[in-house]
């Protein structure tokens, strides 16, 4: 444990988000995602929210400036879907953090084979996945310390 740190963040993914680079994406998935399938590396959480755990992700990791959209969230495959409920929680929790975009899940399936590491939490909610696009940390960002 570390004061500071959301307990939320283990070693392994403390360690991903210190390996990743600008531009890197990371996405955090539900129980249901194909992530040992998909993931370049893979981090286990025994975390029950992906929106919890985006948020303390988001406490250490910056978001990229340089694109339209630094967020991902799977888009329901239908509209009306009632099990679409963590997509409705994941942008209303993270609308402040950044502009979010809808991705379609083939889509997201694909962009998730291209992230820098998938976490799998243990959500059980459906479409409950987020992708997370690295920023640069500025040298002068509240909190740096060299």
Do not use: C, W
């Amino acid at each position: 444990m570390l004061t500071g740190i959301s307990a939320q963040l283990s070693p392994d993914l403390l360690h991903v988000l210190a390996s990743m680079g600008h531009g890197d994406e990371l996405v955090i998935a539900d129980a249901n995602f194909p992530a040992a399938k998909l993931a370049r590396r893979l981090v286990q959480t025994t975390a029950d929210s992906t929106t919890r755990l985006a948020k303390a992700v988001l406490t250490l990791l910056p978001l990229d400036e340089f694109v339209a959209a630094p967020l991902g969230l799977m888009a329901a495959a239908r509209p009306q879907d009632k099990d679409a409920l963590a997509l409705a929680e994941l942008s209303a929790a993270l609308a402040s953090y950044g502009k979010i975009e809808q991705v379609e899940r083939n889509a997201f399936y694909e962009r998730a084979t291209q992230a820098f590491a998938i976490v799998a939490t243990a959500d059980a909610r459906p479409y409950a996945n987020v992708i997370l696009r690295k920023g640069v940390i500025a040298l002068n960002a509240p909190g740096y310390v060299a």
